[in-house]
DNA sequence: CCAAAAGTGTTCGCGGTACACCCATGC
DNA sequence: GCATGGGTGTACCGCGAACACTTTTGG
């Protein structure tokens, strides 16, 4: 099935061969207590049936975060994440038909955000808990791996671990979060002290709800303030 | 002129169009005092006689690499340098003939290693000042700028400074290597307690050659302790 | 009133920073 | 002997780390 505006097969000559050129996302979300990874099951031969990495082909009139953006909304019907590069692969049998090379995307989604659906190659999608993988498709394995590390490594110096919590949320989720992806417990009074120090969090009038105890308060990341602050030299670390 | 092993144009053809697929490598080189990189000056179109990075097509029997470190042994005469993968640029109009993705690399290199020398695609070679670095063809401003970027952001925290140093050097000299990448004067006194106390420098019993005041003692960077210190979780920072 | 988590300050030690003078060497 | 850079120690301050109890709320 082919919709407007995707030409179906055609013929493209070239003087020289080329490597087919790919993107990969490893999408993260965080749950309750542990990190998830978005996975589509393959429909399609190589590694039919097998889990893997959503992504797919780039096309000529599309950038390469475009690609990575529209292949997670068609597979899994993800959009609006926070998007970043994360490395490009390219040994020479990642791929058993041909020569792939992939330039893998790390993206951070807000798990409540979003009803994921299976769609074009993808048989089904779901979340998998980082420390219960499936055996992944093709090098995905190696390419969630890197993901992770740069995720833990960024998490530490840049406030991207916000987008990963809901607009407003509380303290110890903010702690939990780190705690999950840092794999270490924090403390709590130090936590608190040194993210309110930074002056970064918009105390709201609000508390959560639908709690049996002590209701927290409601907090949310002042994004300007912080853009104007690194602009002025400031950086951000836990 | 064609080498044995390099066949020459013939037809492949595909079902999809595919974007070309290049590397380019920013390498760096430290000068008596500022940091230099290794330009070539282009014999073909587009662009022709407009400086640019050593860069070129990915072939299929190479890892990405691997095709970085040829361009930059064919075009430039480089060899051995220590390589690392920065980012891939895929903006649609980055060249003028067509669509073309490039994986950029950032190298570093001994200055004085290297009798550097034009071949194949360039039609001279040279060091530049990054402050005196004259308009780059296609997009390769703007990927210099984010080498420059990354490697200010690893010099600080891992010790890849040490590539761009002879393998026995002055204290005096390594501090001048990170105030020019940093572009920060740094204590003198404070410098030499930091890396002294991290017990990663080896004193040799030499000392500098050829000065015409007191000679400094010369240092080897430990680098088997350094790897067996990050396997226990050390890190690296200045 | 009980369970559960929210919220709150102080002390201590280490590491970063600031700072200036004498020494060795070559000419 | 003079110019040039090599080499060295201490005092202070701020920040991260360790640590426990009271308060609020819902059931």
Redesign the pocket.
């Known amino acids: 099935m082919t919709s407007p505006g995707e030409p179906g097969p055609g013929t493209f000559t070239y003087a020289y061969p080329r490597p087919a050129l790919t993107v990969d996302c490893v999408v993260f979300g965080l749950d309750v207590d542990d990190l998830k990874v978005l996975l589509i099951q393959r429909r399609l031969e190589p590694h039919q049936h097998m889990w893997a990495l959503p992504g797919g082909f780039v096309r000529l009139d599309e950038t390469l975060p475009d690609a990575a953006r529209r292949e997670l909304a068609e597979e899994s019907g993800i959009t609006d994440v926070y998007l970043e590069q994360l490395y490009t692969f390219g040994a020479l049998d990642r791929d058993p038909r041909e020569r792939v090379v992939t330039v893998a995307y790390y993206a951070l989604a807000k798990l409540s955000d979003h009803r994921i659906r299976a769609a074009t190659d993808a048989e089904r999608v779901a979340w998998f808990a980082l420390d219960g993988l499936p055996r992944l498709a093709f090098d995905h394995a190696k390419i969630v791996e890197r993901a992770i590390e740069r995720l833990r490594g960024k998490v530490r110096y840049a406030p991207v671990g916000f987008e990963l919590l809901p607009p407003r949320f ?4 903010l702690q939990r979060l780190y705690e999950i992806i840092l794999m270490q417990p924090l ?4 936590f ?3 993210l ?2 930074m002056d970064l969090l918009i105390e709201t009038d609000e ?2 709800q ?8 409601l907090y949310r990341f002042d994004k300007k303030k912080y853009e104007k602050l690194t602009r002025q030299g400031f950086s951000f ?1 836990i």
Chains 1, 2 share one sequence.
């Open positions: 509380t303290l110890t989720q403390d709590k009074r130090n608190r002290k040194k309110l120090s508390v959560e639908g709690v049996r105890h002590r209701a927290a308060r670390a």
